[in-house]
């Protein structure tokens, strides 16, 4: 079967992709930024963080790009007062639930939740912080799970599952009191599962994940193998 | 077997009832269960035999007859006499009373509006069928519309009669149940699937549950009818466990129908052949929603997915499902009976037929009642409900649960249905109805219902997660009368983006109650915040306008 390709609108202006592509990819190919942190190409879309939310004329909807599929004649809006706000909120939302201290982290000025608020000049949030406990896991020979740096977008769950097929990561919990637990909620150290292949740690997108011995701002993520995803995760089909 | 079968069972059921000059159904539906309706039903048949009745008297649990607050409820069948809040004490009178003159003091009054104005279609043989066989739904006609769609009909007429009857999604979101059908019939696929939504969680609502208690044969044949209709060979029931009746009756159920052949292979002897299994909710509120339903039943964590796709094309394991609410499955039935334009007859020009709620709150008459669409707040309140006890004052009705709104005084007259309330900022919903009056504070109520929306998000987008917990911590905040007008615009500014931005249904409707409380109710809100008081005088607050401890 023949792939059709399609035409559509954003942001008035023209440009085409093939019919299964979705709106972020085709606005990326672009180089139309929308922003995004659940989604990372090679893994499955999670739509869960809904900072790639956008507007499509004909719809009261706000949809988010990182899984809607294009459509003929398709008239997206990515940048309207109403999103660029909605996505204010987001990050902000993410600052307030769990512990972000930049100034002691050491994803700091390499993490993509700090350059999401940056990129919205957000300098303080309105939101009331709700300092929750959390442990750290620093049981791993390698590694370190700091827990109040989690954003739950879930990288680390699908990479470990759909890449390495370990599955050692998963959530516990509902809501506001989800958390990324390795296996049945044992230490990490212990875990028989993990490979220790550190796929989760560089795809994190914050200091949650991070190799043991990185002081403040020092852990930089090698992401050189995010290319390799989509190729890998073809082959396993 | 084949249809003469079905036939042959119904008439020695009913020789077998005949010999009976009296039967005596005691209500085993939960409510009357928790009045102990058990031991009433132990007691007469103990009585009977006592009394060597036992060849002229049959005794036998029957299901819900909808006035649950005045249970246990016992009817005596052929005479139609019902008898209401009976105690042990009463049986030998009753038992008495049988072909004379009836108890007077705990009989029923049937001529009350709460009997009459009711239109009962899901509800039909209310208290009249024993749920545990298979034998007396037959009887009372069950199977004959499976005979017929399976015999005398193609699919396609099957979903024509459904399209025509006008049948909307019961479990609250009013999408045409034959242009789903329709849509699954379509899809191009080796295997299919069918879902019966039983997961029903919001607070207040209790049809669902009585539904698949009383009638789980009419739920199966519904089922069996849809699978027919879109090609489908596997079902799944997905029950909360929290109804263990249902659970318990669904599974007979369909132990009983697979035995009788109309579940399994060739199905009445024709070619169709569909399978049924029972699959529990494990307590998650969002598994009412479709594509979490899907994962949960697929064995993965129960959250919602982006739609589309939707199931309809991309269901259960990929492949196309179908997914309808109990409710609506067990209209099918009837609509096939009677055809689609009586069902369409009934009812209003875009909602038709009739709904079932579920009364609750503060309210005389709380139980369980079948309306038709269009029936107006009031009449369903007040003349149905009987209105509010203790002579205290009507303050709001809440509809659609969580994900919706109150309706107050001054809209008493608007018609129930899909679309009359949506301007009114609150939906028909699933059937909840919860009354409140001027005990209630609106603000404590905005706050129960969003702490139940922050418990039950599962937790996938942002705006759900967080956002649910923010407006719980500042409506918390309010009725400590702690919160300033800044946290009230916060919150405004919360409920807007929560609603636009979360993923599924539950985040989407969880700012409704607080949207609908701050549009009729917003003086209660300055009264919490500026003068520090709760009118209703429900929250503790602690500290007055100066921050003086009282």
């Keep these: 079967m023949t792939t059709r390709v399609l035409t559509l609108k954003i942001n008035d202006q023209e440009f085409s992709g093939r019919e299964d592509a979705t709106v972020l990819e085709v606005a990326r190919e672009h180089n139309i930024p929308i922003p995004t942190l659940c989604f990372l190409e090679g893994l499955s879309a999670l739509g869960g963080c809904r900072l790639c939310l956008v507007e499509v004329k004909g719809t009261s909807k706000l949809l988010p ?98 890449i390495e097929s ?29 490979t220790s292949c550190s796929k989760c740690v560089h795809i994190c997108p914050t200091g949650a994940l991070f190799e043991k011995g990185k002081s403040v701002s020092e852990m930089t993520k090698r992401r050189d193998f995010l290319g390799y995803l989509s190729v890998m995760r073809e082959n396993r089909k | 077997m084949i249809v003469e079968e079905l036939n042959k069972i119904a008439v020695d059921e009913r020789q077998e009832q005949a010999q009976f000059n009296h039967h005596l159904f005691v209500c085993s539906g939960t409510a009357c ?59 030998p009178e009753i038992l008495d009373s049988l072909g004379k003159e009836p108890v007077n003091h705990l009989q029923a009054d049937l001529n009350a509006h709460f009997y009459q104005k009711q239109h009962r279609i899901v509800l039909e043989y209310s208290g009249k069928l024993d749920p545990e066989r298979i034998e007396s739904y037959i009887a009372a ?68 549950r009585s539904v698949m208690e009383d009638y789980p044969f009419r739920v199966l044949e519904g089922v069996t009818i849809a699978a027919y209709a879109v090609g489908a060979s596997q079902g799944f029931l997905y029950v ?31 070619a169709f052949s569909f399978d049924v299994e029972i699959r529990l909710g494990a307590g998650a509120f969002v598994c009412g ?66 709904k079932v709620f579920a009364l609750s709150g503060r309210i005389v008459n709380t139980g369980l009642i079948e309306v038709p669409m269009g ?17 205290r004052k009507f303050k709001a009705v809440q509809t659609g649960g969580p994900s919706g709104g109150c309706i107050p005084e001054q809209y008493l007259d608007t018609p129930v249905d899909y679309d009359s309330l949506l301007p009114l900022g609150t939906y028909m919903g699933s059937g909840g109805m919860i009354v409140m009056d001027d005990t209630s504070c609106m603000v404590d109520v905005a706050r129960y219902f969003m702490e139940f929306c922050m418990t039950e998000s599962c937790g996938k987008c942002v705006p759900c997660r967080v956002g649910t917990a923010h407006m719980y911590d500042l409506l918390d905040k309010i009725t400590r009368g702690e919160a300033t007008l800044g946290d009230l615009e916060l919150l405004e500014k919360l409920a807007d983006m929560v609603s636009k931005t979360s993923l599924c249904g539950l985040g989407q409707g969880a700012p409704n109650p607080v949207k609908s409380t701050l549009r009729y109710f917003r003086d209660e809100y300055l009264a919490h915040i500026v003068d520090k008081v709760c009118p209703a005088g429900v929250c503790k607050i602690h500290h007055d306008k100066e921050g003086v401890l009282q």
């Design chain 1, 65 to 162: 790009a990182c899984v809607t599929r294009i459509q003929q004649d398709m008239e997206v809006y990515t940048e309207t007062e109403q999103l660029v706000a909605y996505r204010r909120m987001i990050v902000e939302m993410l600052f307030s639930e769990g512990n972000h201290v930049c100034s002691v982290c050491v994803s700091n000025g390499h993490c993509e939740l700090q350059n999401k608020a940056q990129e919205l000049s957000i300098d303080h949030i309105l939101l009331p912080y709700r300092n929750p406990e959390r442990k750290v896991d620093a049981s791993h020979a390698l590694f370190t799970l700091d827990p109040n740096r989690c954003i739950l977008c879930t990288r680390c769950i699908r990479v470990c599952d759909e």
């Design chain 1, 166 to 194: 370990a599955h050692t990561w998963d959530l516990m919990g509902r809501g506001i009191q989800s958390q990324v637990i390795s296996d049945l909620n044992q230490p990490w150290g212990e875990s028989p599962t993990c």
């Design chain 2, 33 to 91: 269960l928790s009045a102990h309706s058990d031991e009433i039903k132990i007691a007469f048949e103990h009585e009977v035999e006592q009394r060597g009745l036992g060849k002229m008297c049959a005794i036998t649990g029957g299901g819900c007859r909808g006035l649950c607050a005045k249970g246990p409820m016992v009817s005596v069948e052929p005479t139609g006499i019902l008898y209401q809040g009976v105690k042990l004490g009463d049986v």
């Design chain 2, 141 to 208: 006609g069950g199977y004959n519309a499976l005979a017929k769609a399976l015999t005398e009909m193609t699919p396609v007429e099957v979903i024509d009669q459904v399209t025509r009857s006008g049948l909307r999604g019961r479990g609250g979101a009013g999408y045409s149940t034959g242009l789903k059908w329709n849509t699954v019939a379509k899809a191009q696929s080796a295997q299919k699937y069918i879902i019966c939504n039983g997961d029903e969680g919001d607070p207040g609502a209790f049809m669902d």
């Design chain 2, 240 to 270: 909360r466990a929290e109804y263990p009746l249902a659970v318990k009756r669904l599974k007979s159920a369909i132990r009983q129908a697979e035995k009788r052949g109309l579940l399994g292979t060739s199905i009445l002897g024709t």
């Design chain 2, 289 to 354: 929603e479709e594509t979490a339903l899907i994962a949960s039943i697929e064995g993965k964590r129960g959250t919602p997915r982006p739609r589309p796709p939707f199931p309809a094309e991309h269901g259960l394991w990929g492949e196309p499902t179908l997914n309808n609410n109990v409710e609506t499955y067990a209209n099918i039935a009837p609509i096939l009976q009677n055809g689609g334009d009586w069902y369409a007859a009934i009812g209003t020009e875009k909602s038709k037929g009739t």
């Design chain 2, 375 to 391: 029936m107006t707040v009031r009449e369903i309140v007040e003349h149905i409900g009987g209105g509010i006890p203790d002579g």
